[in-house]
C-alpha cells in the first residue's frame, strides 16, 4: 500500500473536523479544505510521516465571489509521484495566517512575499521585514488585491533596508551593487568579511518588480503563453510548458503523443544550450578565457538550431496550449548536429579539467552541505550536486519523458567543481534524450483542442527545467479567463543558500561561486 492510499484516513482521523470537502483529482492529488490553525501540524505529518514537502504557497482574492481570501499550500511526494493541495479560507476584514517559517525555510519567504503582495499577514513569523516590497511601495498598497489601485506617484521615503549587521574586531562591509556592470538585472549583495574571507553574505534582490503576476490577470489562457515565455528569457520552454500544463490539467486536454515528444527536444535544447553556455562562464571566472570563447562558440551553433526548429533563437512560439506551434523541418539531420556539438563541448570540458590551475580553483569553493540545501528546499543542478536526488522529469513524469531512458547526474561534493561537472553530465543526458525521443517519435497531430476552462478549481504544471523544477498554479474565472496565475522559479529557492555557499570563501570567489549557481533575477523578482 502507497503512502498516498494512506492519505486519506491518516488525514480524517488526525484532523477530524478540520478537514473537508476531501477528493481525489486527476489520478495523484488530494485536494481537501483545511480549517484555521492547522496548516503547520498538517505539515508536519505530511512530511514526517508521508515524505511530502511543501513545495508552493498561494494567496488568491476571492472577496468578490466567494467573500475570503485564499491560502493554497500544495505538497509533493516525490517517491511516490503524488500531490497534497490544502485550500484555507481568511477573512476579509483581517487576513492573518500561523507562520511556518521555523518549520520550514521556503514557507518563510512565501509568506513573506503573500504579506507585500496581499496584506496577508503572518503570525510570529521570525522575520517581518519586506520581501518583495521597497521603501517607495506605499504601506497599504498590496497590488495583487483584486481592488488594488496603483499610485499616481512612488516615492522613496529614504529609508535604509534593515540589514542586521555583523559586528566584531576587524569585520568590515562590501556593498556590491544593486547596478552591476554589463546587462544582469539589479541585485544587492552586502559581504562582512574578514580580511579576504567572507563570514556573512546579504543578498537584496526584487530592485525591478514586473507585476507579472498581475500581468496574467484577465487574460484569455492562449494569451497566457507569450508571458510565460518572457518570465525568464533563458527559460522560454520551461516556463511556457509549466503554464501550459497547468492550463491543460486544469481543462482536462490530452496532448497529442507527436506533440509530447516533441516538448521533450525543446526543453532539451533549452537545457543544453544553457549548461554549455555555463560551464564555459564557469572555467572564465577562473581566468581560463579560451573555454568561454569556444563554449560561446557551440551556444551560437545551438541558438541557430533552436531557429531551424520553432523560427526563434529562444525557442519562443515553440510550446502552445494543446502541443507544439509547428513541426520540425525534415531536412535537419538534428542527430547528427548534435553528436558533432556533444563532440565539440566535450573536447573543450577535457582540456578545461584537465588544466589543474582551474581545477584547483573550482575544488572546495562555494560548497553547499547536503543538509543546508535540503532545509533550503534546494532544487535543480544545484540540489543534485549537493547529493539530493531529485528530477522532476524522472520523479513526475510529463510530456514523453516516461518513455525514455536517463539517468539523473548527481554528486555529493557540493562545491563549484561539482556542479560544473553535473552540467556536463546533464548536456550528455540530454543528446541521448533527444536522441532517443527523435527515434521513438510518432506521427500525428500537433495540437489538441483545449476547451473552456472550469471555474474556480485549481490545477498546476511542474516542470525540470535547466535551473530546476518550475510550478505554475492557475485557476479561471467564470468565463474562462485567468483569475490567478503563481509562479514559481527554482530561483526562488536557491537564491538565499548562495549565502551559505559563500561562506569560508574568499572574496574573489564570489563571481565565480555566484556563476555556478547563476540564478535568475527576472524569473525570482515576478
Known sequence: ??????????????????????????????????????????????????????????????????????????????????????????????????????????????????????????????????LVSHAFWPKDYFPLR???????????????????????????????GPVHAGIIEPGHFRFSVVGETVIDLKIRLYFTHKGTEKLFEGRAPADGVELAERISGDTTIGHSLAYCQAVESLAGCEVPARAKYLRVILLEMERLYNHIADFGAICNDTGFAAAHSHCFRIRERLLRLNKRLTGNRLLRGGIILGGVGRDFPSDLNLAAELD?????????????????????????????????????????YVARASGIDVDVRRDHPFAAYSSLNFNVAKSVKGDVHARAQIR???????????????????????????????????????????????????????????????VKDPSFVNWPALSFALLKNIVPDFPLVNKSFNQSYSGNDL
Not at 556533444?342 to 584547483?360: G, P, Q, R, Y
Not at 476547451?451 to 485549481?458: D, R, Y
Request: hydrophobic share 40%; aromatic share 10%; net charge negative.
Open 146 to 176: 483584486k481592488d488594488s489601485i496603483v499610485p499616481e506617484k512612488f516615492n522613496d521615503d529614504g529609508t535604509p533596508f534593515e540589514f542586521m549587521p555583523v559586528g566584531g574586531e576587524g569585520v568590515y562591509e562590501i556593498p556590491v
Open 1 to 130: 500500500m502507497t503512502k498516498f492510499t494512506q492519505l486519506q484516513s491518516a488525514l480524517t482521523k488526525n484532523f477530524q473536523e478540520l478537514i473537508s470537502n476531501v477528493h481525489i483529482l486527476r489520478g495523484n492529488e488530494l485536494h481537501f479544505q483545511i480549517a484555521r490553525g492547522c496548516a503547520l501540524k498538517l505539515a508536519q505529518i505530511l512530511n514526517a510521516d508521508f515524505n511530502a514537502e511543501l513545495r508552493l504557497m498561494v494567496a488568491n482574492d476571492r472577496r468578490a465571489d466567494k467573500g475570503v481570501f485564499e491560502i493554497h499550500y500544495l505538497f509533493v511526494n516525490d517517491k511516490e509521484n503524488w500531490y497534497a493541495h490544502a485550500t484555507k479560507d481568511l477573512s476579509h476584514d483581517d487576513p492573518t495566517i500561523d507562520s511556518m517559517a521555523t518549520f520550514y525555510y521556503p514557507a518563510s519567504r512565501f509568506e513573506r512575499e503573500i504579506h507585500d503582495l496581499f496584506g496577508i499577514g503572518a503570525i510570529d513569523h521570525p522575520d517581518t521585514r519586506p
Open 340 to 380: 558533432s556539438i556533444l563532440a565539440d563541448f566535450n573536447e573543450i570540458v577535457e582540456i578545461s579539467l584537465n588544466n589543474t590551475m582551474l581545477t584547483d580553483r573550482l575544488d572546495g569553493a562555494g560548497y553547499l552541505t547536503t543538509k543546508t540545501a535540503t532545509d533550503h528546499g534546494v532544487l535543480g
Open 424 to 486: 556536463v553530465d546533464e548536456a550528455s543526458e540530454s543528446v541521448s534524450i533527444i536522441k532517443q525521443a527523435l527515434t521513438q517519435l510518432p506521427q500525428g497531430e500537433l495540437v489538441a483542442p483545449l476547451g473552456k476552462l472550469p471555474a474556480w478549481e485549481p490545477a498546476f504544471g511542474m516542470v525540470e527545467g535547466w535551473r530546476g523544477a518550475i510550478l505554475h498554479w492557475v485557476m479561471a474565472d467564470d468565463n474562462g479567463k485567468l483569475y490567478r496565475v503563481k
